[in-house]
Structures are given as structure tokens and as C-alpha cells.
């Protein structure tokens, strides 16, 4: 089993990773709302945003155990870029497993 985190851009089968988001098992701590294809594409499209999906890899196929989303910024002084991470979510059955896979 090995962990295969990659960045989602528009090219990528963002329905069937929509699919898998919302089919995972989500609680309260997620705080995540239905996604949709529309809104993914609407997000990706930002020259300033970067969505990170890390899955599992394993003979039965691959198992999404998280989410994330983040921005490239301006600093409000100076020019230099700054990386904000917006969100990280872990699949509530995911959890506790330690760095990795359980």
C-alpha cells in the first residue's frame, strides 16, 4: 500500500473525484458541504489556488483519505507570495491511523 497525494487540476476526471468526495465519510469536524463539478471547476480555474487529493493505493484500488485546499498570496507588505492553507480534511474512517495508511 502506498500513499499518492496529487494536485487536481482541471484536466483530471473531476467527476468522478467529486463522486468519491461526496460518497466519503464525512462528520462534523470536516465541516465540508456537498460538492459539486461546477464549483471545483469555478475554484480551479483561480490562477492562485492549488486542491491536493491524497489517496490511498492498494490492491482493491485507491481510497481517498483527504482533501485540501490553499492559495498563492500576496504578503500585505513587500512583494513576496505566501502559501495559505485554506482547509485540510481527512475522511472521519481515515483517522488515527498515524502518518500514513493504518
Same mark, same amino acid.
Given at each position: 500500500?502506498?500513499?499518492?497525494?496529487e494536485?487536481?487540476?482541471?484536466?483530471?476526471?473531476?467527476?468522478?473525484?467529486?463522486?468519491e468526495?461526496?460518497?466519503?465519510?464525512?462528520?462534523?469536524?470536516n465541516?465540508?458541504s456537498?460538492?459539486?463539478?461546477?464549483?471545483? %471547476?469555478? @475554484?480551479? $480555474?483561480?490562477?492562485?489556488?492549488?486542491?491536493?487529493?491524497?489517496?490511498?493505493? *492498494? #490492491?482493491?484500488?485507491?481510497?481517498?483519505?483527504?482533501?485540501?485546499?490553499s492559495?498563492?498570496?500576496? %504578503?500585505? @507588505?513587500? $512583494?513576496?507570495?505566501?502559501?495559505?492553507?485554506?482547509?485540510?480534511?481527512?475522511? *472521519? #474512517?481515515?483517522?488515527?491511523?498515524?502518518?500514513?495508511?493504518?
Amino acid at each position: 500500500m502506498a500513499l499518492k497525494v496529487e494536485e487536481i487540476t482541471l484536466e483530471d476526471d473531476l467527476d468522478s473525484l467529486v463522486a468519491e468526495i461526496n460518497n466519503s465519510y464525512w462528520d462534523e469536524a470536516n465541516e465540508i458541504s456537498e460538492y459539486d463539478v461546477g464549483t471545483l %471547476k469555478a @475554484y480551479l $480555474k483561480r490562477k492562485d489556488t492549488i486542491f491536493l487529493a491524497c489517496h490511498e493505493e *492498494a #490492491d482493491e484500488g485507491a481510497v481517498l483519505l483527504g482533501i485540501a485546499s490553499s492559495r498563492i498570496e500576496m %504578503k500585505p @507588505y513587500g $512583494k513576496e507570495l505566501w502559501h495559505s492553507v485554506d482547509e485540510v480534511d481527512v475522511c *472521519a #474512517d481515515q483517522r488515527r491511523g498515524g502518518p500514513g495508511p493504518k
